[in-house]
């Protein structure tokens, strides 16, 4: 090949080669998210009998928060006239008119944000996290916000010392970065290890006590917190990310069991404080969720599904048949009076 | 250089074979060498263009693939994590087999553009896909491709090179690369900027970049000139063969750095998560650490390069594991906020700088010019290997002793082994000065 057809074919095939990146770049800044356009209206968090989620349906609102009102709930082809608020989140959780969002900051950075969004899911205060979105709660008060982020990323998943999770005091401003810096309690002694990590934090109605799971040596402990102590006390073996029922006399939680799916070997179950009796619910598949209560008798939880996800519900006490309850969505929250 | 650059005489230069097809040897008279010493052989930066804007390429892919995965597609991290380990896996079996079948072929160049194909492709297959497991498919395809060319495009490099100047010819070709690596994010992130977070885009503009490297080594790359001892020996280079080149005592000796200091390594992410836990820094600054290490890396990788062809590039590359130590000892040490962010990042670089290429400028001199893809794979693949072991050891030290122990222990191994490949470098190598040019 002589210099000049070498410089020949590189130029044809650069200006090839650049038209199809450009075009399609700006193709793709031009079109909506594909799927149909979804009518944006304003959906706030003081109208009880509503669940609020992250809707994944195809769409312009993909990935936005919307609300469904229960009545309306249970629809198999998704038509439940979801409201599609201008907020979006990758995980989500609200009460007493306070909202967390945890949402990316910059996508090539891997760098998020977590978001506390006020009635009208406007936000309010923003806090950088550590890593990767994981789960979120806030507290019955609407005082306590948590959130769990994996950290370092995804290259030190299945190492143990992979998530952060931090609690936010809307009341003094207080910001408790890292709850691996509390007092751990292991069966009623005090106790420090290396390999402490702690996730999927759930708060009691007194707006300080809180459940989580403590992992330290090879146990994934049900803790019960003291933001004002800043201790953490083991209670019960084998929990991860708790739920704390309404009346805050059941946790709702994933059980790791042996010999199920290695990404997400997990059922859900439910754990009686008062007796420490376990009760597997009827669900028989593996979940990776942190569920969310109904009502008192009843547990929300996510499943895999067509377009991402889906929610499901299931009696607490293990009788009766899962339920669908909203195609599309993630991060179920259940707006109380 | 050392034992073999003698025995092995299968020096090549830079330079076009003259028009008779005579490849001119390593014994050029100096008055013409040193002018041609100046300067980088053409095919040294041409593959360097090569790996720059394939770099651009696969950096936009990797850094916006976790978000895409776990947030996009609902992968859970975890299975995010047994993905990587997958492809981590599949790529050092075919490094050896991509840099034999070069030898064996005696055609390096299109062994190489096959990997660069194959990776180029992959990144138009991956928004094609949505399935976990046809996702690992194409993760997987694109290391394979990444695994396949690495070491017919380090023999290429070398082979381009003359003997006293390999050095020289990776410090060039790695600070190409760097540059690309530092580019691809930023790339990244004005295609999602500008589309409003389009993934797909973004894999079609990377795709765009990866042929467009494809082109430049099939329009610029050379095949190396033939060695002369490659046209003296009978057929082809078996398998066996490749293999025997273990048997070239100083050749073994450099694998066995490779390995068993690579081993005494903790891993990057370690590092910045140690930095991250002693300093206190704002969450969203830490994604921008590496970049802190890679531009070192990118400033210091021709000085370090050309030094390395002055003093001696094994013993370069043994100090760059003392740089490493001092980076842990800087992690240990109590230090003014500034420095202790800025020194582990920095020695880190010089690290980088002072061992990635100077392994390959290390190794390939040792190893005949016929079997140079599968040598330096070997090399590549002890190094890959002894880093994975360390990065296990780290993290179960962790997980037992918690992070300063770990890493005091790390920085005991490392000593220990860096002393121990010192000794005995210096015990076989009785002139560790480069031949007189």
Same mark, same amino acid.
């Given at each position: 090949?002589?210099?000049?057809?070498?410089?020949?074919?590189?130029? $044809?095939?650069?200006?090839?080669?650049?038209?199809?990146?450009?075009?399609?770049?700006?193709?793709?800044?031009?079109?909506?998210?594909?799927?149909?356009?979804?009518?944006?209206?304003?959906?706030?968090?003081?109208?009880?009998?509503?669940?609020?989620?992250?809707?994944?349906?195809?769409?312009?609102?993909?990935?936005?928060?919307?609300?469904?009102?229960?009545?309306?709930?249970?629809?198999?082809?998704?038509?439940?006239?979801?409201?599609?608020?201008?907020?979006?989140?990758?995980?989500?959780?609200?009460?007493?008119?306070?909202?967390?969002?945890?949402?990316?900051?910059?996508?090539?950075?891997?760098?998020?944000?977590?978001?506390?969004?006020?009635?009208?899911?406007?936000?309010?205060?923003?806090?950088?996290?550590?890593?990767?979105?994981?789960?979120?709660?806030?507290?019955?008060?609407?005082?306590?916000?948590?959130?769990?982020?994996?950290?370092?990323?995804?290259?030190?998943?299945?190492?143990?010392?992979?998530?952060?999770?931090?609690?936010?005091?809307?009341?003094?401003?207080?910001?408790?970065?890292?709850?691996?810096?509390?007092?751990?309690?292991?069966?009623?002694?005090?106790?420090?290890?290396?390999? $402490?990590?702690?996730?999927?934090?759930?708060?009691?109605?007194?707006?300080?006590?809180?459940?989580?799971?403590?992992?330290?040596?090879?146990?994934?402990?049900?803790?019960?917190?003291?933001?004002?102590?800043?201790?953490?006390?083991?209670?019960?073996?084998?929990?991860?990310?708790?739920?704390?029922?309404?009346?805050?006399?059941? $946790?709702?939680?994933?059980?790791? $069991?042996?010999?199920?799916?290695?990404?997400?070997?997990?059922?859900?179950?439910?754990?009686?404080?008062?007796?420490?009796?376990?009760?597997?619910?009827?669900?028989?598949?593996?979940?990776?969720?942190?569920?969310?209560?109904?009502?008192?008798?009843?547990?929300?939880?996510?499943?895999?599904?067509?377009?991402?996800?889906?929610?499901?519900?299931?009696?607490?006490?293990?009788?009766?048949?899962?339920?669908?309850?909203?195609?599309?969505?993630?991060?179920?929250?259940?707006?109380?009076? | 250089?050392?034992?073999?650059?003698?025995?092995?005489?299968?020096?090549?230069?830079?330079?076009?074979?003259?028009?008779?097809?005579?490849?001119?040897?390593?014994?050029?008279?100096?008055?013409?060498? &040193?002018?041609?010493?100046?300067?980088?052989?053409?095919?040294?930066?041409?593959?360097?263009?090569? &790996?720059?804007?394939?770099?651009?390429?696969?950096?936009?892919?990797?850094?916006?693939?976790?978000?895409?995965?776990?947030?996009?597609?609902?992968? &859970?991290?975890?299975?995010?994590?047994?993905?990587?380990?997958?492809?981590?896996?599949?790529?050092?079996?075919?490094?050896?087999?991509?840099?034999?079948?070069?030898?064996?072929?005696?055609?390096?160049?299109?062994?190489?553009?096959?990997?660069?194909?194959?990776?180029?492709?992959?990144?138009?297959?991956?928004?094609?896909?949505?399935?976990?497991?046809?996702?690992?498919?194409?993760?997987?395809?694109?290391?394979?491709?990444?695994?396949?060319?690495?070491?017919?495009?380090?023999?290429?490099?070398?082979?381009?090179?003359?003997?006293?100047?390999?050095?020289?010819? %990776?410090?060039?070709?790695?600070? %190409?690369?760097?540059?690309? !690596?530092?580019?691809?994010?930023?790339?990244?992130? #004005?295609?999602?900027?500008?589309?409003?977070?389009?993934?797909?885009?973004?894999?079609?503009? &990377?795709?765009?970049?990866?042929?467009?490297?494809?082109?430049?080594?099939?329009?610029?790359?050379?095949?190396?000139?033939?060695?002369?001892?490659?046209?003296?020996? @009978?057929?082809?280079?078996?398998?066996?063969?490749?293999?025997?080149?273990?048997?070239?005592?100083?050749?073994?000796? /450099?694998? !066995?750095?490779?390995?068993?200091?690579?081993?005494?390594?903790?891993?990057?992410?370690?590092?910045?998560?140690?930095?991250?836990?002693?300093?206190?820094?704002?969450?969203?600054?830490?994604?921008?650490?590496?970049?802190?290490?890679?531009?070192?890396?990118?400033?210091?990788?021709?000085?370090?390069?050309?030094? #390395?062809?002055?003093?001696?590039?094994?013993?370069?590359?043994?100090?760059?594991?003392?740089?490493?130590? #001092?980076?842990?000892?800087?992690?240990?040490?109590?230090?003014?906020?500034?420095?202790?962010?800025?020194?582990?990042?920095?020695?880190?670089?010089?690290?980088?700088?002072?061992?990635?290429?100077?392994?390959?400028?290390?190794?390939?001199?040792?190893?005949?010019?016929?079997?140079?893809?599968?040598?330096?794979?070997?090399?590549?693949?002890?190094?890959?290997?002894?880093?994975?072991?360390?990065?296990?050891?780290?993290?179960?030290?962790?997980?037992?002793?918690?992070?300063?122990?770990?890493? /005091?222990?790390?920085?005991?191994?490392?000593?220990?082994?860096?002393?121990?490949?010192?000794?005995?470098?210096?015990?076989?190598? @009785?002139?560790?000065?480069?031949?007189?040019?």
């Amino acid at each position: 090949m002589t210099r000049t057809t070498r410089t020949l074919v590189l130029v $044809i095939v650069t200006a090839l080669l650049a038209a199809v990146a450009v075009v399609y770049t700006i193709r793709a800044a031009g079109r909506s998210d594909g799927g149909p356009s979804q009518d944006i209206t304003e959906v706030t968090l003081d109208q009880p009998g509503r669940i609020l989620f992250r809707t994944t349906a195809a769409g312009t609102g993909r990935d936005h928060l919307a609300a469904v009102d229960l009545a309306r709930t249970g629809k198999d082809d998704g038509a439940d006239d979801r409201r599609i608020s201008p907020t979006s989140c990758l995980v989500f959780h609200a009460a007493h008119g306070t909202g967390v969002c945890l949402k990316l900051a910059n996508a090539a950075l891997h760098t998020y944000n977590a978001v506390v969004l006020d009635n009208r899911l406007l936000p309010v205060d923003s806090h950088e996290t550590a890593g990767t979105p994981s789960r979120a709660r806030v507290s019955p008060g609407g005082n306590l916000v948590a959130w769990t982020v994996f950290v370092g990323g995804e290259s030190y998943a299945g190492l143990d010392f992979s998530t952060r999770t931090s609690i936010l005091d809307r009341r003094s401003g207080t910001l408790y970065d890292n709850l691996e810096t509390f007092t751990v309690i292991r069966d009623g002694k005090p106790y420090t290890a290396a390999d $402490i990590n702690v996730w999927g934090v759930t708060f009691a109605a007194d707006e300080n006590r809180f459940y989580a799971t403590v992992s330290t040596d090879g146990h994934r402990y049900l803790a019960e917190g003291d933001l004002a102590a800043k201790t953490l006390r083991t209670i019960h073996d084998n929990v991860e990310c708790p739920s704390l029922s309404p009346d805050g006399t059941h $946790i709702a939680y994933k059980k790791r $069991i042996a010999g199920t799916d290695p990404s997400r070997p997990w059922k859900l179950f439910t754990l009686d404080l008062r007796t420490g009796t376990e009760t597997p619910t009827s669900e028989t598949r593996t979940l990776d969720d942190q569920a969310e209560w109904l009502d008192n008798t009843t547990v929300l939880y996510t499943l895999p599904g067509d377009l991402r996800a889906d929610v499901w519900a299931v009696n607490a006490d293990g009788t009766g048949q899962p339920k669908m309850m909203v195609r599309y969505a993630l991060s179920p929250t259940v707006l109380r009076p | 250089m050392y034992l073999s650059s003698s025995r092995s005489g299968d020096v090549t230069t830079g330079v076009r074979p003259a028009r008779d097809g005579r490849v001119p040897q390593a014994a050029t008279p100096p008055a013409r060498a &040193s002018r041609v010493a100046r300067v980088v052989a053409p095919n040294v930066i041409a593959l360097g263009l090569v &790996s720059l804007v394939t770099d651009i390429s696969s950096e936009m892919v990797t850094a916006i693939l976790p978000v895409y995965l776990v947030l996009g597609l609902g992968l &859970s991290p975890l299975a995010f994590g047994m993905l990587d380990g997958l492809y981590n896996g599949a790529t050092a079996f075919l490094r050896v087999a991509g840099g034999h079948i070069a030898d064996r072929t005696r055609r390096h160049k299109p062994v190489a553009g096959l990997g660069y194909g194959l990776s180029a492709a992959c990144k138009l297959a991956l928004p094609a896909v949505s399935s976990v497991p046809g996702i690992g498919a194409v993760i997987t395809a694109d290391r394979m491709g990444k695994g396949i060319r690495t070491a017919p495009r380090d023999a290429l490099i070398s082979l381009s090179s003359p003997a006293d100047q390999q050095g020289r010819a %990776f410090g060039v070709h790695r600070a %190409f690369d760097t540059t690309g !690596a530092l580019l691809g994010p930023f790339a990244a992130m #004005a295609v999602l900027w500008f589309t409003a977070q389009a993934y797909d885009a973004v894999f079609v503009v &990377s795709f765009c970049f990866a042929a467009f490297a494809v082109l430049l080594l099939v329009l610029y790359v050379r095949e190396a000139p033939a060695a002369p001892e490659a046209k003296a020996a @009978t057929g082809r280079p078996r398998l066996r063969e490749a293999v025997a080149v273990l048997r070239v005592p100083g050749f073994a000796r /450099v694998c !066995a750095y490779a390995l068993v200091l690579g081993a005494a390594t903790i891993g990057d992410g370690m590092v910045y998560l140690l930095l991250q836990r002693r300093v206190d820094l704002r969450p969203h600054l830490f994604p921008l650490l590496p970049f802190g290490t890679a531009l070192g890396f990118l400033l210091l990788a021709v000085p370090v390069g050309l030094l #390395a062809d002055r003093v001696g590039r094994l013993r370069v590359f043994l100090l760059g594991h003392g740089v490493l130590l #001092a980076c842990y000892l800087t992690l240990l040490t109590p230090l003014p906020r500034a420095a202790a962010v800025a020194l582990p990042l920095l020695l880190l670089g010089v690290f980088y700088a002072a061992t990635d290429g100077v392994l390959m400028a290390v190794a390939a001199p040792l190893a005949p010019a016929r079997l140079r893809g599968g040598s330096l794979a070997l090399v590549q693949t002890g190094q890959a290997a002894g880093r994975a072991l360390g990065a296990v050891a780290f993290g179960a030290a962790w997980t037992a002793w918690g992070p300063h122990q770990a890493l /005091v222990a790390a920085a005991v191994t490392l000593a220990a082994a860096g002393a121990a490949a010192a000794l005995t470098a210096h015990r076989y190598d @009785t002139s560790p000065r480069e031949p007189a040019r």
